[in-house]
């Protein structure tokens, strides 16, 4: 990290191998901002901003309405073309001119409509009634059109959308650059001209596309003339430039890699929302979490791999994490939700199928192409388990199976889903998340049943705590869907309980427990003639 932000000065004390910053003289600038629907501006441009007092270290933002080409509005590209050039000299001819290039168009299938299951509508009531007076007093064909627009919104293909944020930066140190030392990031962003003995080097002007998110984008309707674009600038220090060009090169061999543009929005997010001391906060956290991660995953699997009995575990609490598990990966599927969450949860998912296997004492043998299954049998001990696991599911149901219902029909009734499959998603997930810990409390009450925990996976379980706190601060970090971020800190009040009974019910770990397990070897020593 270090290398990344420091640059080694040029200290020569004759200044031979100094490339001195063309901004040192103090030049009168100006910005010009061309749109062209090819990236070398060939078969025309069109100058849609121009700063003409453009000072390097003055902050601005302006907003400019930009006329599309039919080209672009036919599910076509518009690129705009930067200009940082000297005051009074057109940009194309200028031998002192910086210049760059900027998509402001970008592929995305465009996100299907929601409607009402039940009246088929695709938008509330008021809403309608406002649109219904506005076509009385505007029946225009171009409203028909622009309906039609509407409707086709809702295929598969990929759709033009316009990036309505074009964010520019230029380095405002004065920085002499050292020829054998110059860093290979910034080297492609660097245009050099001798003057008389000295090598001198044109502003760097970057343009910022991890500012470019999702949220901003606009979908572009073949009825729409011009759309407003937000021009940002900011002055930026080199060790800044030279990070944020890391990240750019970073998110862009993501995609390369098969990460859609929503993926790679999500990574853009972390960075560019996120304070820079925070954001090393959430690294170091980060990495303590894959550690954790692991060991939870190592240690869970091991024990149930051991696990020969049931008894003192809920056999139902494991088919609803299981259940659970399989629901949220389904709903955040549904909801195109970020890899960083998606690719977790299905491991999760695969590995409570295994323990739900393994707590059901379920063998699958193979005849003919064809599975069978055989379910084994419970002896006194897990018989006893399983009354009070069944007794504390019975007490739970009058509960939970009402508020459930009733959310489903209130969702079905006043919400609007994008299809039947996503509203019994949607539905289920919203049982899990709002009533899902519920589902954990039968482990709780068994433990207090028998009066121990001796038979938990202790060593997985805190792993597991560690990961659900540090969960929390990834939920205001990572965009994901609110009810999954709620749910982080629902999972903080179990494990709290867990521990409470962990204090109130000792483990003697020294000596074998009542289910048959030793934790600590006894200490080896020299043996000794009586």
């Known amino acids: 990290m270090y290398g990344i932000v420091y640059t080694k000065p040029c200290d020569s ?16 600038l100006q910005l010009s901002i061309y749109t062209s629907v090819k990236p070398n501006a060939d078969g025309g441009h069109t100058l849609i901003h121009r700063e003409e007092n453009f000072d390097v270290n003055s902050k601005f933002e302006r907003i400019v309405n930009v006329s599309l080409p039919k080209k672009t509005r036919n599910n076509g590209t ?15 001819q200028d031998p002192r001119q910086v210049h760059s290039v900027a998509q402001l168009t970008t592929y995305m299938v465009p996100k299907p409509p929601e409607i009402s299951l039940i009246s088929g509508e695709d938008q509330p009531q008021g809403q309608k009634k406002e649109e219904q007076k506005k076509k009385q007093h505007d029946s225009s064909p171009a409203a028909g059109t622009g309906a039609k627009g509407g409707a086709t919104a809702s295929s598969d293909h ?8 074009l964010t520019l930066n230029i380095v405002g140190d004065h920085f002499l650059f050292d020829r054998e030392y110059l860093p290979s990031d910034v080297h492609r962003y660097l245009r050099v001209f001798q003057n008389g003995k000295k090598m001198v080097y044109l502003p760097l002007l970057f343009v910022d596309e991890l500012s470019n998110r999702v949220k901003d984008l606009v979908e572009i309707n073949s009825t729409a003339t011009e759309l407003p674009l937000t021009v940002s600038y900011d002055s930026i220090s080199l060790g800044r430039l030279r990070f944020w060009i890391h990240m750019q090169d970073a998110v862009y061999s993501l995609q390369q890699f098969g990460f859609t543009e929503k993926d790679a929005d999500e990574i853009k997010g972390i960075f560019v929302d996120t304070n820079l001391y925070f954001l090393a906060l959430t690294f170091f956290v980060a ?4 550690l954790f991660d692991f060991l939870a995953f190592k240690n869970d699997i091991s024990f149930w791999k051991q696990k020969k009995s049931m008894v003192g575990m809920s056999s139902k609490a494991v088919l609803w994490r299981c259940f659970s598990t399989i629901v949220i990966f389904l709903y955040l599927f549904d909801e195109q939700t970020s890899l960083l969450v998606l690719v977790p949860a299905g491991i999760g998912s695969i590995i409570e199928v295994w323990k739900v296997k393994k707590a059901f004492k379920i063998h699958v043998f193979w005849k003919g192409g064809k599975p069978t299954f055989l379910f084994g049998k419970l002896d006194e001990s897990e018989r006893r388990t399983e009354e009070y696991d069944t007794l504390a599911m019975k007490y739970l149901s009058y509960l939970l199976y009402p508020l459930c219902i009733g959310g489903a029909v209130y969702a079905l009734i ?5 299809s039947w499959y996503s509203w019994l998603i949607n539905s289920l997930v919203n049982g899990v998340y709002a009533f899902g810990f519920l589902f954990m409390l039968p482990q709780l009450f068994v433990n207090y049943k028998l009066k121990s925990v001796a038979h938990l996976p202790w060593k997985a379980f805190m792993y597991k705590a560690f990961n659900t706190f540090i969960d929390d601060v990834f939920a205001f970090i990572i ?9 982080c800190f629902r999972d903080d009040v179990v494990f709290l309980i867990y521990l409470y009974q962990r204090w109130l019910y000792p483990v003697d770990r020294t000596r074998v427990n009542e289910y048959g397990i030793s934790y600590d070897e006894k200490p080896k020593g020299k043996t000794h003639k009586e």
């Open 13 to 28: 004390p004759k200044g031979d191998n100094c490339i001195t910053p063309f901004l040192a003289g103090n030049p009168k």
């Open 78 to 92: 518009l690129f705009a073309l930067i200009f940082v050039h000297q005051a009074g000299f057109n940009p194309w």
């Open 158 to 165: 990929p759709v033009s959308h316009w990036r309505s944020r």
């Open 287 to 290: 990495a303590f979490h894959l």
């Open 414 to 418: 006043f919400l609007r889903y994008k």
């Open 479 to 487: 965009t994901m869907p609110t009810s999954h971020r709620l749910a």
